[in-house]
């Protein structure tokens, strides 16, 4: 069965760079995108950003130029670096492993997650 | 346009059938997926593709489509289904996912 498990670095000050590391246990790293989602408090799902095993990635646009996602495939890991935190950035991170199928239309879904890890942004 | 439209909140007497909407333009495009989350836990897959749940997922919970509207239908609604509802799809271009905003399901 494929877990996700993720650690990083959970206070921080603001200007520091957020770094989480998600490793994937129980299943190829090859075939897949893994993708980093946070959620401020009280509030939504954001979508971070992507990567696939070849190291092809995506980002969402509103944080493209702080952030860098990373893959090991010698260890199954991925990474998120985010840099320049604010307090606006404190949520919980979550890493997930997303799938495209297709049929009348492709579609894409992200069936396995991480358990999220707690980041704060405070002085 | 990249983004997924939810109702902030929806309810649902015990045993009856909820409806619960995404609307934007990926939709369509692409099927949208469905996710559930309950306080203090990490969203779960409930609905993907055009109907299809994932192995545990109880067989009240069904998806539709039409045009740029996706559903996430509950028959016969229970009491744990109660928790928050996420949309998801790829944006128009395929390069990005969305999150719709989120639907609050109170079970009455």
């Known amino acids: 069965q494929v877990q996700l498990q993720q650690w990083g670095a959970g206070l921080l000050k603001p200007s520091e760079t957020l770094s989480l590391t998600c490793a994937v246990y129980?299943?190829?790293?090859?075939?897949?995108?893994w993708s980093w989602i946070r959620q401020p408090p009280g509030k939504g799902l954001e979508w971070i950003g992507e990567?696939?095993?070849?190291?092809?990635?995506n980002y969402t646009p509103s944080l493209k130029s702080r952030v860098t996602i990373a893959v090991d495939t010698s260890k199954s890991q991925f990474s998120l670096k985010l840099s320049s935190v604010t307090a606006a950035d404190t949520a919980v991170y979550y890493c997930?492993?997303?799938?495209?199928?297709?049929?009348?239309?492709?579609?894409?879904?992200?069936?396995?997650w991480g358990k999220g890890t707690t980041v704060t942004v405070s002085s | 346009s990249s983004e997924l439209t939810q109702d902030p909140a929806v309810s649902v007497a015990l045993g009856q059938t909820v409806r619960i909407t995404c609307q934007g333009d990926?939709?369509?495009?692409?099927?949208a997926s469905w996710y559930q989350q309950k306080p203090g836990q990490a969203p779960l897959l409930v609905i993907y593709g055009k109907n299809n749940r994932p192995s545990g997922i109880p067989d009240r919970f069904s998806g539709s489509s039409s045009g740029n509207t996706a559903s996430l239908t509950i028959t016969g609604a229970q009491a744990e289904d109660e928790a928050d509802y996420y949309c998801n799809s790829r944006d128009s271009s395929g390069n990005h996912l969305v999150f719709g905003g989120g639907t609050k399901l109170t079970v009455l």
């Open positions: 997930a492993r997303g799938r495209y199928g297709i049929a009348d239309y492709y579609y894409y879904y992200m069936d396995v």
């Open positions: 129980g299943e190829s790293f090859s075939g897949y995108y």
């Open positions: 990567i696939n095993h070849s190291g092809i990635t």
């Open positions: 990926s939709l369509r495009s692409y099927y």
